[in-house]
């Protein structure tokens, strides 16, 4: 488990200091004083691939999304919208509240099984493209890579 959360990262690999460099690691209010952003500041997308997500998953513990995103610490980070006037609105008809992704992957590949419960192929997709695996199939790191090693 992570002292503290990791810095929140620009896209980039760059610190953003518009943020506290040492966040406990625990949710934190993006709005409030603290961190101070206001809710019509819209936030970096965080990371949603397959890899990745397998290992934020963790075996079921679900403990390695900070740890384990391109953004840091700010995939703990969250807004409360409740002063906002459409929130009574949202609570009541909020559409796919309750979906569950039907595949570990970003939001065009959950979108290709809610339509076809199927995966689009790459099958020329050069080298470059395709991803590295160790032997029980966790994504490979470089070696400056920002992002825990194995056993941390």
Excluded at 18 to 26: D, E, G, R
Excluded at 76 to 85: A, E, H, I, Q, R
Aim: charged fraction near 20%; hydrophobic fraction near 40%; aromatic fraction near 10%.
């Amino acid at each position: 488990m992570l002292a503290s959360l990791p810095p929140v990262w620009k896209k980039g690999e760059q610190p953003d200091t518009s943020y506290p460099a040492a966040l406990p690691n625990q949710p934190f209010r993006l709005d409030d004083a603290a961190i101070g952003k206001p809710l019509n500041s819209a936030t970096r997308d965080l990371v949603h691939r397959f890899y990745q997500n397998r290992e934020q998953i963790n075996g079921g513990k679900n403990d390695r999304f900070a740890a384990l995103s391109d953004a840091g610490g700010l995939a703990m980070g969250y807004y409360d919208g409740s002063s906002l006037p459409m929130w009574q609105l949202a609570v009541q008809y909020t559409l796919a509240d309750h979906f569950f992704m039907g595949a570990f992957g970003g939001s065009f590949l959950n979108h290709m099984w809610l339509v076809c419960a199927c995966t689009p192929e790459f099958q020329s997709a050069p080298d470059s493209m395709r991803a590295k695996v160790d032997a029980q199939g966790r994504l490979l790191r470089k070696a400056d890579s920002p992002l825990p090693r194995r056993g941390q």
